[in-house]
């Protein structure tokens, strides 16, 4: 049995002076330091430095590690000109990603207080390095291919690589997912097999949709810049599916969508209606020229995510919150803060389903330990303060133990 001890616990409700967690593997007893001592007096005393808050670890739950290599190759400022350095470089990108390079990214995400993630995976190749992170992975194999006549070779790739993830060790921390690419690249037969493998086998699934402005002129009337796209590289001028026929895919299973920035606010009344959320990435959006997704308005949960350094400069949740804070200017500040901090602890373990993201009895011992530069004279603003003042964590622990 451990005990920690901070000035402060941060819960969805506010901050708590003068509580401190009795832990193993999983939080055994919250209360003042003097009552768990009492309690459990052969636990050994964790005593944080001064000004400091204990976080439940944070969660991001949408990244693309097989993008680590990326720093200045791909295009930023517009969808369609990025997605077109995706295919020309592509190859060349993941060639030279390798296990070192994405384990250091994971690395880099832990000192920002990610304790767990959400891996988008196209091809299985970070599977390895998933396995060996501390971190808990939830690991989204993703199915991508609007040809139907190679639809069964990559169906039965994708039902490989689901496989590959289900044997991993519990020891690994793995949670075997689906994520679907998007609805322009997947053919609404592969969509459909795939959201029946979630279904049945009560997986997390994950889907970007309305990224940009671009792919939904392509998805109401095959037409756009996306158009060039898919006659250049695909030899095609239609689209596979529609905007409605793709929500409804997903009728009978709660997903998580990324972005949605050009969903209408019909859609995003039906996506709230059954049962869905929402992965942001604010900094992606911002530098692929999306526009920014209206969180003060949104009807259903959502939260916040950094994507790949595919189109992101780093993989920290910290400077994503930052972001966050600036893009999202009519929000008042305050309020935002401790809306965006809910986004990467609670609430994202909910939409994902896992028993972490709340300093509560019986959740995972899965914390962050942040430290402000001097004490804070308010506590209504420590969520503002965490946010501003944090470049790194001071300690991670997941699953009582401590690695950072």
């Known amino acids: 049995m451990k005990i920690i001890n901070s000035d402060f616990l941060y819960t969805p409700n506010g901050y708590l002076p003068n509580q401190a967690v009795a832990f193993t593997e999983t939080i055994k007893d919250i209360g003042t330091p003097e009552e768990l001592m009492l309690r459990y007096p052969d636990a050994a005393i964790i005593q944080t430095e001064p ?16 993008f680590s290599a990326n720093k200045t190759s791909l295009a930023y400022g517009s969808f369609k000109p990025w997605l077109d350095s995706v295919i020309d470089h592509r190859d060349e990108l993941m060639g030279v990603c390798n296990n070192k390079m994405m384990m250091s990214e994971c690395e880099k995400m832990m000192r920002s207080g990610i304790t767990t993630f959400g891996a988008i995976s196209s091809f299985g190749n970070e599977l390895e390095v998933c396995e060996k992170t501390p971190q808990r992975v939830v690991f989204f194999n993703e199915l991508i291919g609007s040809n139907a006549m190679y639809a069964d ?28 690419h998007s609805p322009y690249s997947v053919h609404p037969i592969l969509l459909q097999k795939a959201v029946n493998v979630a279904k049945q086998n009560n997986m997390p699934i994950s889907a970007h949709f309305l990224e940009s402005q671009e792919e939904r002129e392509w998805l109401e009337s095959s037409s756009g810049t996306l158009r060039a796209f898919f006659l250049k590289y695909f030899n095609t001028s239609t689209t596979v599916t529609n905007i409605e026929e793709f929500m409804h895919a997903f009728d009978t299973y709660p997903t998580h969508f990324t972005h949605c920035v050009h969903a209408t606010k019909e859609e995003l009344n039906y996506l709230a209606k059954k049962g869905h959320s929402i992965a942001h990435c604010p900094r992606s959006n911002r530098y692929l020229g999306c526009g920014r997704l209206a969180i003060e308005d949104l009807p259903l949960p959502f939260t916040l995510a950094t994507d790949g350094l595919s189109s992101n400069n780093s993989l920290s949740i910290l400077d994503e919150l930052k972001a966050a804070i600036m893009l999202h200017n009519d929000i008042p500040i305050q309020e935002l803060s401790s809306k965006l901090l809910r986004a990467v602890t609670g609430d994202a373990a909910a939409i994902l389903g896992l028993n972490c993201g709340k300093i509560e009895v019986d959740k995972l011992a899965d914390f962050a330990v942040v430290t402000l530069p001097e004490e804070s004279k308010r506590t209504e603003e420590l969520a503002l303060w965490t946010i501003l003042h944090t470049k790194e964590v001071s300690e991670v622990y997941i699953e009582g133990e401590k690695y950072v």
């Open 51 to 66: 000004n400091s808050i204990l976080y439940p670890g944070f969660i991001n739950t949408h990244v693309h590690l097989e």
């Open 153 to 180: 070779m990559l169906y039965g790739d994708f039902q490989e690589r689901v496989r590959a993830s289900e044997s991993c060790k519990e020891s690994s921390r793995i949670t075997p997912a689906v994520a679907i």
